[in-house]
T-cell receptor, first 111, second 115 residues
Framework: SQQGEEDPQALSIQEGENATMNCSYK?????LQWYRQNSGRGLVHLIL?????REKHSGRLRVTLDTSKKSSSLLITASRAADTASYFC???????????FGAGTILRVKS | GAVVSQHPSWVICKSGTSVKIECRSL??????MFWYRQFPKQSLMLMAT?????????EQGVEKDKFLINHASLTLSTLTVTSAHPEDSSFYIC???????????FGPGTRLTVL
């Protein structure tokens, strides 16, 4: 399969709660990126973490990367209704610029 | 970040017709452009990779004679869905990658509906 796996497939939380999404991948990588996609729209780049980094923050986002387990997590703190979207991780192979996307997590934040 | 545009943003066509989708990098030179397809509630699947001036490389299972890709310049790639059928209805997204910036930027997508 081209894709990695993400869990959960769907997540429903109340506004103000934290949301955690996980992503696993299969091959060695240069970088791992997280994207957001609102329904029927294009991708919005959220954050990139390099293979030699373990944790990265950007505003309310916190990304971790464990290359030994080939996994990453995205934490959104103090969620808002506007965070409702699908979230995808994407990895690029050690050589080349192709991105392989995870299956995605559908996040719904209820106000 | 750099901008990639797609045209049209949506298209409805009859079965058997061909549809062309344009992908343009507006403020950078895209040495490589990628075409993805996304079915409802699914993730993006890479269809093909095209480098400016050379033939596209298709992923396994993607028919190169059905999905014609042209990357004639550093700012324009086109995807032509030939003899489209209802099962080709999908969201098609392109992205461009260039040396400067060394990053991949995504277009807003084109929704194709084949009746």
């Amino acid at each position: 399969s081209q894709q990695g796996e993400e869990d959960p497939q769907a997540l429903s939380i109340q506004e103000g709660e934290n949301a955690t999404m996980n992503c696993s991948y299969k091959t060695s990588i240069n970088n791992l990126q997280w994207y957001r996609q609102n329904s029927g729209r294009g991708l919005v780049h959220l954050i990139l973490i390099r293979s030699n980094e373990r944790e990265k923050h950007s505003g309310r986002l916190r990304v971790t990367l464990d290359t030994s387990k080939k996994s990453s997590s995205l934490l959104i703190t103090a969620s808002r209704a506007a965070d409702t979207a699908s979230y995808f991780c994407a990895t690029d192979a050690r050589y080349g610029n192709k991105l392989v996307f995870g299956a995605g997590t559908i996040l719904r934040v209820k106000s | 970040g750099a901008v990639v545009s797609q045209h049209p943003s949506w298209v409805i066509c009859k079965s058997g017709t061909s549809v062309k989708i344009e992908c343009r990098s507006l403020d950078f030179q895209a040495t490589t452009m990628f075409w993805y397809r996304q079915f409802p509630k699914q993730s993006l699947m890479l269809m093909a990779t095209s480098n400016e001036g050379s033939k596209a490389t298709y992923e396994q299972g993607v028919e190169k004679d059905k999905f014609l890709i042209n990357h004639a310049s550093l700012t324009l790639s086109t995807l032509t869905v030939t003899s489209a059928h209802p099962e080709d209805s999908s969201f098609y997204i392109c992205s461009g990658w260039g040396l400067a910036p060394n990053e991949q930027f995504f277009g807003p997508g084109t929704r194709l509906t084949v009746l």
